[in-house]
């Protein structure tokens, strides 16, 4: 079953094995190195995914998550990030780049100031500076630079491109009602309000990539903490996205990083990617903890999700499928 076809808008993947975006400390400060084009290309040529998620680029300096976080902010990064599209796809994997602001866990190389929904600390990754809210206006600006990173991933081979709207970072501040504050249209009286940012990004970068590119949207649905997001939220969320044009959803935390602090079992987002699997006609991908085969085949077979994520285990390993 983990090694059925499944196909997405237009493009069709071998198998529901996913390798999900994991940040590797492999770049020199944003830029592609050959230790980087390496790894990416074992893992798709040992343990054969279908679909691989470079780890989450930034699309401004300003919005750097760390130090070493890959980038695609500038159209000089076109060439460094087709080695790495070249290299997945000469080991039978497909690709999708994942774009990202850091919001107010944003560590940008000149120190200036950081940006999120409102004057709240990050949750995850606090930081000794406050954030500035958004201007409406500065709101637009960025939409309008996810666009323009998407068209990089698009020149640079990508097959696909993620929005990351999880983990804490910009636009999964204005998602969760913990870290949004405002009382203007993105604020967080209702659930429109709160993705309206997601959705503004999501239409400008259908634009750009055409009708039959493939976008998905990673989407931090439930913070497992009291006050935030929860797995109902996700669900209405869901609904919202599919009907904005996305073509998979890709489900994880979302104050709370990638874990899940009430349950450590093998695919412990599965609780929430089922009720939005029911929800949406749209694949649903789940991640968290699967280690093993077998979980990742009893997962699928459980109608959890259409796709499977392995990340730590592949992470470690690039032989990880082969041994399993």
């Not at 750097?64 to 902010?73: F, G, N, T, V, Y």
């Not at 560590?107 to 201007?135: C, H, Q, W, Y």
């Not at 959705?199 to 400008?204: A, I, N, S, V, Y």
């Not at 904005?244 to 104050?255: E, K, W």
Request: net charge negative; with cysteine.
């Amino acid at each position: 079953m983990l090694y059925d076809p499944i196909t997405i808008n237009r493009l069709t993947l071998k198998s529901r094995l996913v390798m999900p975006p994991m940040q590797t400390g492999r770049t020199d400060l944003g830029h592609v190195t050959d230790d980087l084009v390496n790894y990416y290309h074992e893992r798709a040529l040992y343990s054969k995914p279908g679909l691989i998620f470079t780890e989450h680029s930034c699309i401004t300096e300003a919005g750097r998550a760390a130090k070493e976080q890959l980038s695609i902010a500038d159209d000089g990064m076109i060439p460094e990030h087709r080695r790495l599209t070249d290299a997945i796809h000469a080991a039978g994997s497909r690709v999708f780049v994942q774009l990202n602001h850091g919001g107010s866990s944003a560590v940008p190389f000149d120190d200036g100031e950081i940006v999120s929904a409102s004057a709240v600390a990050n949750l995850r990754k606090p930081s000794p500076r406050m954030p500035r809210p958004l201007t409406v206006s500065e709101i637009h600006e960025l939409e309008d630079a996810y666009a323009r990173a998407a068209l990089r991933a698009l020149e640079a081979g990508y097959d696909g491109v993620e929005i990351h709207c999880a983990h804490a970072y910009l636009l999964n501040q204005f998602y969760s009602p913990l870290s949004n504050l405002r009382d203007d249209e993105y604020g967080a009286a209702c659930m429109e309000n709160r993705v309206r940012f997601l959705l503004e990004t999501m239409e400008k970068v259908r634009a750009v990539i055409g009708a039959d590119c493939p976008m998905a949207v990673r989407l931090g649905g439930a913070d497992y903490m009291p006050g935030g997001s929860t797995e109902e939220d996700a669900v209405e969320a869901a609904r919202l996205i599919e009907q904005a044009g996305a073509d998979l959803l890709d489900i994880s935390g979302g104050m709370c990083g990638y874990i899940r602090p009430d349950c450590k079992e093998p695919g412990y987002f599965g609780s929430m990617t089922e009720k939005v699997r029911r929800a949406v006609s749209i694949p649903v991908i789940l991640t968290g903890g699967v280690a093993k085969l077998a979980d990742a085949e009893r997962l699928l077979a459980e109608g959890k999700a259409d796709l499977i994520g392995v990340g730590r285990a592949l992470l470690l390993d690039a032989h990880w499928a082969e041994k399993a």
